[in-house]
């Protein structure tokens, strides 16, 4: 179904490749050589090289020297790298899980034959097609600003607003709630997944008497949980890579007080502003391995609780 | 005082009429069970009452998007007055205003976009489709281990790579150009695009491409003549996302674009924003509408292919 599931089903085959998979083998290399060269000159080499850098203390104006670990124990006496992986993970942590949740609810709304789901299903989707441009983020400024829409909509019912996105202790609750926003993309693939489920289980449900709650609850997520799982996966994958929203809502910064600093900026900042390279290569290590390391648990995890229908 | 529930024996057919629920066959024979009519009075309440919920949710998600659109034909000072979404007075001069309101017009922002975007997808287009061909049809070594490869590359985070992409880009005088924005397309950077692909054809018959085969067609043949117009819908996919990330792609710009006369739509938008104060909202607002607009045509035309795409494959 997907390249997560997917990936997780190869197995490696042993022995000699037979005469029949060496029959196209070189039909299929010229066809795959401009990926071939994107692979290695774009990817593979790079990854290593930054890998290198990583080591150094390169910056684009002078050649970098072998620094050793220097880069990485550096990391853990920043401060302000530490705040971005905590601003990161509450972003992570709590946008992710509500986004789903909200894409799981309004998909069930959606799947029991109600007319006009292809109607709502567009209109829920749009958001995410828009999301991540910067004209949303402009607009999300203006909406959270001071004298911005949702103050003007609280001072109808006499509330005095905050400036939302100046104030630290919410400027990174309005991106969160962005991201929240564009919960579409993850509730088309909960419809699909919906539609897998045979009709039959939730006749005989209702045969003995299951009410919806328990209906929702012994079959709508077991049978959904391969599909939970991998748009929790995936989820968490991405948000750990947001940078625009952030960006563009915190004017570049990350302010107030570092309160949005997500980690890709704070990347950003010391790589290609400060060109801080070497440092700015070891934190996109890190980052490589903080994401390896919440998938890798994802998927141990998953083992009791993601349930398999065949 | 409680009241013992009698067991009595039931069918079950009486059983669902005595709870209402999952009206079977009401053209069956037979006496209809009571509750008919109340079930249906029931199935009519929960439908309104979703049909409330939905279309207040709707219109609470694109609220903001409307009020934007609203605002942009408003004076600047009742942007940071008006909640409403009742247009009054209609003032273009925000989109005058924007328009030049940067060293350049926006017109050359547009055009600079335009250019990558096309371009991006001819590339993608073109070397997505190559590859998964390969990966799909052709038996060669090593292909699981490079389709693993493959399917991780799409899961790795760029930061990884980007400071070396820079060093490499700089060292080929691409900075200030679009060059960094187009040429990887062309080298199915965007893996996810082969995945797609992959997906797809190994929907298609493959009597197709062998009945080819035997009649002497050649793999370049096949592909071309056989494989690419079976392929129509996952390229239309394709090409409308392509179209949306890469319009809409900030990151990338910020990186390689610096000198304002090669800036694409995004990073104008943001350079507008940091640029001016509050007192500008409305030609920012105003532009930010024009940017929009692309992806909002997109979405209406598309729409079938992107829904298509993200069930079957689960793009974001």
């Given at each position: 179904?997907?390249?997560?599931?997917?990936?997780?089903?190869?197995?490696?085959?042993?022995?000699?490749?037979?005469?029949?998979?060496?029959?196209?083998?070189?039909?299929?290399?010229?066809?795959?050589?401009?990926?071939?060269?994107?692979?290695?000159?774009?990817?593979?080499?790079?990854?290593?090289?930054?890998?290198?850098?990583?080591?150094?203390?390169?910056?684009?104006?002078?050649?970098?020297?072998?620094?050793?670990?220097?880069?990485?124990?550096?990391?853990?006496?920043?401060?302000?790298?530490?705040?971005?992986?905590?601003?990161?993970?509450?972003?992570?942590?709590?946008?992710?899980?509500?986004?789903?949740?909200?894409?799981?609810?309004?998909?069930?709304?959606?799947?029991?034959?109600?007319?006009?789901?292809?109607?709502?299903?567009?209109?829920?989707?749009?958001?995410?097609?828009?999301?991540?441009?910067?004209?949303?983020?402009?607009?999300?400024?203006?909406?959270?600003?001071?004298?911005?829409?949702?103050?003007?909509?609280?001072?109808?019912?006499?509330?005095?607003?905050?400036?939302?996105i100046?104030?630290?202790?919410?400027a990174?609750?309005?991106?969160?709630?962005?991201?929240?926003?564009?919960?579409?993309?993850?509730?088309?693939?909960?419809?699909?997944?919906?539609?897998?489920?045979?009709?039959?289980?939730?006749?005989?449900?209702?045969?003995?008497?299951?009410?919806?709650?328990?209906?929702?609850?012994?079959?709508?997520?077991?049978?959904?949980?391969?599909?939970?799982?991998?748009?929790?996966?995936?989820?968490?994958?991405?948000?750990?890579?947001?940078?625009?929203?952030a960006f563009v809502v915190s004017g570049g910064t990350g302010g107030p007080?570092?309160s949005t600093m997500?980690?890709?900026l704070?990347?950003?900042?010391?790589?290609?502003?400060?060109?801080?390279?070497?440092?700015?290569?070891?934190?996109?290590?890190?980052?490589?391995?903080?994401?390896?390391?919440?998938?890798?648990?994802?998927?141990?995890?998953?083992?009791?609780?993601?349930?398999?229908?065949? | 005082?409680?009241?013992?529930?009698?067991?009595?024996?039931?069918?079950?057919?009486?059983?669902?009429?005595?709870?209402?629920?999952?009206?079977?066959?009401?053209?069956?024979?037979?006496?209809?069970?009571?509750?008919?009519?109340?079930?249906?009075?029931?199935?009519?309440?929960?439908?309104?009452?979703?049909?409330?919920?939905?279309?207040?949710?709707?219109?609470?998600?694109?609220?903001?998007?409307?009020?934007?659109?609203?605002?942009?034909?408003?004076?600047?000072?009742?942007?940071?007055?008006?909640?409403?979404?009742?247009?009054?007075?209609?003032?273009?001069?925000?989109?005058?205003?924007?328009?030049?309101?940067?060293?350049?017009?926006?017109?050359?922002?547009?055009?600079?976009?335009?250019?990558?975007?096309?371009?991006?997808?001819?590339?993608?287009?073109?070397?997505?489709?190559?590859?998964?061909?390969?990966?799909?049809?052709?038996?060669?070594?090593?292909?699981?281990?490079?389709?693993?490869?493959?399917?991780?590359?799409?899961?790795?985070?760029?930061?990884?790579?980007?400071?070396?992409?820079?060093?490499?880009?700089?060292?080929?005088?691409?900075?200030?150009?679009?060059?960094?924005?187009?040429?990887?397309?062309?080298?199915?950077?965007?893996?996810?695009?082969?995945?797609?692909?992959?997906?797809?054809?190994?929907?298609?018959?493959?009597?197709?491409?062998?009945?080819?085969?035997?009649?002497?067609?050649?793999?370049?043949?096949?592909?071309?003549?056989?494989?690419?117009?079976?392929?129509?819908?996952?390229?239309?996919?394709?090409?409308?996302?392509?179209?949306?990330?890469?319009?809409?792609?900030?990151?990338?710009?910020?990186?390689?674009?610096?000198?304002?006369?090669?800036?694409?739509?995004?990073?104008?938008?943001?350079?507008?924003?940091?640029?001016?104060?509050?007192?500008?909202?409305?030609?920012?607002?105003?532009?930010?509408?024009?940017?929009?607009?692309?992806?909002?045509?997109?979405?209406?035309?598309?729409?079938?292919?992107?829904?298509?795409?993200?069930?079957?494959?689960?793009?974001?």
């Amino acid at each position: 179904m997907s390249a997560l599931g997917e990936l997780s089903q190869l197995r490696r085959k042993r022995g000699k490749p037979s005469k029949e998979e060496t029959k196209d083998n070189k039909a299929a290399y010229l066809f795959l050589v401009p990926w071939f060269i994107g692979l290695f000159g774009i990817t593979i080499i790079p990854m290593g090289m930054s890998l290198y850098l990583s080591f150094t203390d390169y910056s684009l104006i002078q050649p970098g020297e072998w620094i050793g670990i220097d880069n990485y124990v550096r990391m853990f006496s920043d401060a302000r790298l530490l705040n971005s992986l905590r601003v990161t993970f509450i972003y992570v942590l709590v946008g992710t899980p509500i986004q789903l949740m909200c894409a799981l609810g309004v998909a069930i709304l959606l799947d029991k034959g109600l007319k006009g789901v292809g109607f709502y299903r567009s209109v829920f989707y749009l958001p995410s097609l828009l999301g991540a441009s910067v004209a949303v983020a402009i607009l999300w400024r203006q909406l959270f600003g001071s004298v911005g829409l949702v103050n003007q909509v609280l001072a109808l019912f006499n509330i005095e607003g905050l400036g939302w996105i100046s104030n630290p202790d919410t400027a990174l609750g309005t991106i969160i709630l962005l991201h929240v926003w564009t919960f579409g993309a993850p509730m088309i693939i909960f419809l699909a997944g919906l539609r897998q489920i045979p009709v039959m289980y939730y006749e005989a449900a209702q045969v003995d008497g299951a009410n919806a709650w328990t209906r929702f609850r012994s079959i709508t997520l077991p049978m959904l949980s391969p599909i939970i799982f991998f748009n929790f996966v995936l989820g968490i994958i991405g948000s750990f890579q947001s940078f625009t929203q952030a960006f563009v809502v915190s004017g570049g910064t990350g302010g107030p007080a570092d309160s949005t600093m997500f980690f890709t900026l704070y990347l950003y900042q010391q790589g290609f502003t400060r060109f801080d390279m070497g440092y700015a290569s070891a934190m996109g290590w890190l980052l490589l391995l903080i994401i390896g390391i919440f998938t890798a648990i994802n998927f141990i995890a998953s083992k009791f609780w993601v349930f398999y229908d065949d | 005082m409680t009241i013992k529930a009698t067991p009595t024996k039931t069918t079950a057919s009486e059983t669902r009429a005595l709870r209402g629920q999952n009206w079977v066959d009401p053209n069956a024979g037979g006496p209809k069970p009571r509750s008919y009519a109340s079930h249906l009075r029931r199935q009519r309440a929960t439908s309104i009452i979703k049909h409330a919920f939905l279309i207040a949710s709707s219109l609470f998600l694109l609220y903001p998007l409307l009020w934007m659109l609203v605002s942009s034909l408003r004076p600047t000072d009742e942007i940071f007055r008006e909640p409403g979404i009742l247009l009054r007075t209609f003032e273009i001069s925000n989109y005058i205003e924007g328009w030049t309101a940067l060293q350049d017009d926006f017109s050359l922002y547009l055009w600079n976009s335009t250019v990558i975007v096309v371009l991006a997808i001819v590339g993608t287009l073109i070397s997505c489709s190559m590859a998964a061909y390969a990966f799909a049809r052709l038996k060669f070594r090593f292909k699981g281990l490079w389709f693993a490869i493959m399917l991780m590359t799409i899961m790795l985070p760029f930061h990884v790579v980007i400071v070396p992409q820079y060093i490499l880009f700089n060292q080929l005088d691409w900075i200030n150009t679009p060059l960094p924005l187009i040429i990887p397309k062309f080298l199915a950077t965007d893996a996810f695009f082969v995945f797609l692909m992959v997906q797809f054809i190994r929907g298609l018959p493959r009597e197709l491409d062998e009945a080819a085969r035997l009649d002497g067609a050649g793999h370049l043949r096949i592909y071309l003549q056989i494989m690419l117009p079976l392929m129509t819908p996952a390229l239309a996919t394709t090409a409308i996302f392509t179209f949306v990330w890469t319009w809409s792609d900030f990151f990338g710009a910020l990186l390689y674009l610096n000198s304002p006369d090669t800036w694409t739509v995004p990073l104008a938008l943001r350079n507008f924003m940091d640029s001016q104060g509050k007192s500008s909202f409305g030609p920012l607002f105003a532009m930010s509408i024009v940017s929009l607009i692309p992806v909002f045509l997109a979405f209406i035309f598309g729409q079938r292919f992107l829904i298509k795409g993200i069930a079957t494959t689960g793009i974001k």
